[in-house]
Each structure stands twice: as C-alpha cells, then as structure tokens.
C-alpha cells in the first residue's frame, strides 16, 4: 500500500502545454485594449494622426433592425386615429359616440360595421341604437349570440324580437346562466307552462333583469296572503306578468286597500285579481279614485259600488266620465230614463256603459213594436237593464211563446221584465207547462224567480198560498251582470256590435 501510494507521488503533474501562437497573440491584444481604455491619455501626449483614428460606428436606425418595435407613444396615436375613424362612422348613423366614451370598441370601422349590420339584421333601427347606444359595445360571438340563441330555444318568436330588444336592450349583453336562466326557472316554479314562458317575456321583457330575492318575490308573496289561490298565480303571471314588478308598498297595496274602502271584502277582490289580473295595471291615482268618484256624481249609491266594481271590475280602468255623460244623454233622450234611474241602471248593470246606440236604439224598437209604450219601456229598463244587451232572436222567440202560448197580459212583462233573461226551452216552457198541467195561475215571478229545486217543490203543493204568491218581482242581479259580461267578452267588436269598441283593450 505505502508502496502504491509512493509510486502514485513520485510522479508529478505534466506542465501545462503553453498556448498556441493564435491565442498568444489574442490574449496580448486583449491586455492591450483594456490598459489603454483604463488609462487617460497623458497630456502633450501625441496621439498620431487624425485620419490615424478609428471613429466609432453610427448607431444603428430602428427601422434597419430586423427586431424594432413602434414607441409607446406610436402606439397610442394610432389606436386614437383608429378611434377616432369608428367615432365618425358611428355620428354618421346619428349615435353619439360620447355616450361610448370609455368603452372598448372594435379597433376597426370594417369591424363595427358588421357588428351594426348585424344589429339591424335584429330589427333595430338606427335610432334605436341612438337610443342605447351600449348595444354597440357588445360582442356578436362573446355575448349576442348565445343570448339570442337562449331566447330562440325557449320560443321567442322572431317577429317579437325586435320589440323585446327595444324594450330591454340589456339583454343583449347578459349572462344565460347567471342572469336569464334563473328566471326562467322561476316562472316555471311559479307553474307558468313551459310554452307561456316565452309569452311572458314577450309580453314584459323587462323581467330578465329581475333579482329572485326582490320586487318577484314580495309581489307574488302579497297576492297569495290576500287570498289568491296558490293554483292560480301561474295563471295571473302569464296573463299580467307586469305584476312581477310591481312594487307592495308603492302600487298593490294601496289599490287593494282603496277596493276595501269601497267596501269589497278582500277575498273578493282576490277573485277579481284571479280572473282579472291586468286591474293591478289601472293607475289608483289617475283611473281608479276618479272613476270611483264619477260613479258617485252620476248618481250612483255608495252602497252600489262594492257590486259595480265585483261584477264589472274593468269599470275602474276606462275613460269613465265622458262615457257616463254620453250614455246619461243616450238613455234620457232615447228611453227616457231620468238621471237619478241612470245611476239606478248602473248599478244593475255596470256593462250599460259600454253599450252602443245602435244597440240600445234597436231593443228599444222591438219593445216598442210589441206593443209596449215608451213609459213601460223605460220602467222595464230601470229595473233590468240587461233587456238592452239581450240576443235580439232569442227575445223574438220568447216574446212570441209568451204571447201565443202562455196567453198573459203585457203589464206581466212590464212588472217582471226578466222574464226574457231565462231559457225559453230550459226554463219557461216546461215550467209553464207543469203549472198548466196543475191548473195553478201563478205570476212570472213566482214562476221563473226560482231554483230548480224550489220550483219542484211547489209542485208538489195542491194550491198556491197567498205568501207564495206574494214573491218579490226582483231577481239575481249577480247571474244577470255575469251573463251579460260573458256576451260582452264574447263579442265580435266590430262597427255592427252592440257594444262599444272603445273598450276592446279590456276585453280579454
């Protein structure tokens, strides 16, 4: 081992190999260089020649430079020009591009125009993209087509686009699934049909930008606390989704508290709301309180306008008062119903208001040729004023049963003038017939003024008592009012109705 380790050490390193001529001479030129850029040049030293000199290289230009990039300051007078290049094109559409100062915009006008070009494709106009100008600054790829491709997959009809951007162009730059999305689901947790849905946002597209937990919620909740129907609301969102947002404090409760104060129970004003939803729309300010006020000067009783308002609810909505002063001056000159009778023909029959001359003239003229004088027929108007929106054919027939066949007086019709509201085969003939049959000599009103049920049990009477006789010569004003309502309704409102036309924006 000692051995090893001597002979390993007995050995020294080999010098190193001196340099090469090439990289000797290197090495001096290297030393040279930096003692002479170390050292100052000593004064009164000559430095040799002028032309001796090296002078040193030009810096290279930018623009020789395979690598050179544009200054900063390059750079953003360029994107200003370009700016100012889709400013002008969009003044030239009559956009104020002011209104988009700050937003980022498409860097070139060929790029904006299509991004208008499309717009218009939509349905907008250029005035509408004045009107909201932020539409501009939405992505077609990014943010209008998944938008519009949503909406489509619901069931948004093409032709109801258009208007659905007028009125809510926000929708344009919306999130599907942070903003549409959610609402949709919760019409439908409010059991609005999956093919109303697109309906509703139709109707009322400003609801897409409704927050779950704000006005949607509170609305709803009220209704349902004043007894609409749970079942029913799906119903009422789709027929008047405006409801969604309408405020409790501002618009619904007050409009409920004042139909209270009139004296309709609240439960039925909960049925109103269910069939009739869009009366949340009549404005309590400058429709309902004056409506309610007109009723009252046209003689009208206070008592009455719980009634009017159950049986004709959309009396509350309607330019009332010019209405009331014509049709007082219609009934005074045509049948001679006196004002204070007017405000009794009203509140039988609220419908009476919306009843055309043509129509009232033509009844008139058929009682009048069955012989009845103007007197009785204003008298029998008085007291049922459906006889004015009856089926004229219906009220032939009638009239020729009760002539030909009962053989009755026409002071009957004058006192019970209701008699041509009832079903000729349901009602008056077997009814008739049995108390032929029975030999009784009854009045109409102890005969028809009756259900079923109690007519059956009179005839099992083998007389007729004078308290049975004694029967009021009224009748159900509530059956009436709705019948005639639903003729209302299923009128075709055109120049020959016997209804006024005016009134078509209430008729469902």
Request: hydrophobic fraction near 40%; glycine fraction near 6%; charged fraction near 25%.
């Amino acid at each position: 081992m000692m051995k090893s380790l001597f002979l390993f050490s007995a050995h020294p390193k080999p010098p190193p190999l001196p340099p090469s001529p090439h990289l000797r001479k290197l090495l001096r030129l290297t030393a040279s260089a930096s003692t002479s850029a170390s050292s100052p040049p000593r004064a009164g030293r000559s430095r040799g020649p002028a032309h001796a000199r090296p002078r040193p290289s030009p810096r290279p230009s930018p623009s020789s430079s395979l690598y050179a990039r544009p200054s900063l300051l390059d750079m953003e007078r360029g994107r200003a020009a370009r700016r100012a290049d889709v400013d002008a094109f969009l003044a030239s559409l009559g956009v104020d591009p002011g209104e988009l100062a700050g937003l980022e915009l498409p860097a070139t006008v060929d790029v904006m125009r299509e991004r208008v070009e499309f717009l218009h494709s939509l349905g907008l106009s250029n005035e509408d993209l004045a009107a909201y100008p932020l539409a501009l600054g939405c992505s077609v790829r990014k943010n209008m087509v998944p938008v519009l491709d949503y909406l489509g997959k619901l069931g948004v009809r093409q032709d109801a686009l258009p208007d659905l951007l007028r009125r809510y162009p926000q929708v344009l730059h919306a999130s599907v699934v942070v903003d549409l999305a959610p609402v949709v689901k919760y019409l439908q947790g409010m059991d609005v049909r999956p093919h109303d849905v697109p309906r509703v946002l139709e109707r009322y597209p400003e609801l897409l930008g409704f927050k779950l937990e704000g006005t949607m919620s509170t609305s709803i909740a009220y209704l349902v606390g004043i007894g609409v129907a749970r079942r029913q609301v799906g119903s009422v969102i789709t027929r008047f989704p405006e409801v969604l947002g309408m405020r409790v404090g501002k618009i619904i409760k007050p409009f409920v508290e004042h139909l209270e104060g009139i004296g309709l129970q609240r439960l039925a004003i909960a049925r109103i709301i269910e069939k009739k939803p869009y009366v949340l729309g009549f404005g309590l300010e400058d429709k309902v309180k004056p409506n309610i006020e007109a009723l009252l000067e046209f003689g009208v009783r206070k008592e009455a306008l719980a009634f009017i308002v159950a049986q004709y609810p959309d009396i509350l909505g309607i330019e009332l008062r010019d209405k009331l002063a014509a049709q007082q001056s219609l009934f005074e000159s045509s049948i001679l119903v006196s004002s204070e009778d007017f405000g009794r023909v009203i509140e039988r029959m609220p419908q009476a208001i919306s009843l055309g001359r043509t129509a009232v003239l033509k009844h008139v003229n058929f009682l009048t040729s069955c012989g009845f004088l103007l007197s009785q027929v204003s008298k029998m108007v008085v007291a049922c004023p459906q006889l004015l929106a009856l089926n004229m054919d219906i009220m032939k027939m009638s009239f020729e049963y009760f002539q030909n066949e009962m053989e009755r007086d026409l002071e009957e019709l004058v006192e019970f003038p209701a008699f041509f509201t009832y079903g000729l085969e349901s009602t008056v003939r077997p009814r008739h017939e049995m108390v032929a049959k029975k030999g009784f000599t009854c009045s109409l009103a102890w005969l028809l003024n009756c259900s079923d049920a109690k007519f059956d049990e009179r005839m099992k009477y083998d007389t007729i008592g004078i308290e049975e006789m004694e029967v009021d010569n009224s009748f159900d004003t509530n059956t009436l009012s709705e019948r005639v309502e639903d003729e209302v309704e299923d009128e075709d409102l055109d120049e020959d109705s016997d209804y006024d036309s005016t009134d078509d924006e209430f008729v469902e």
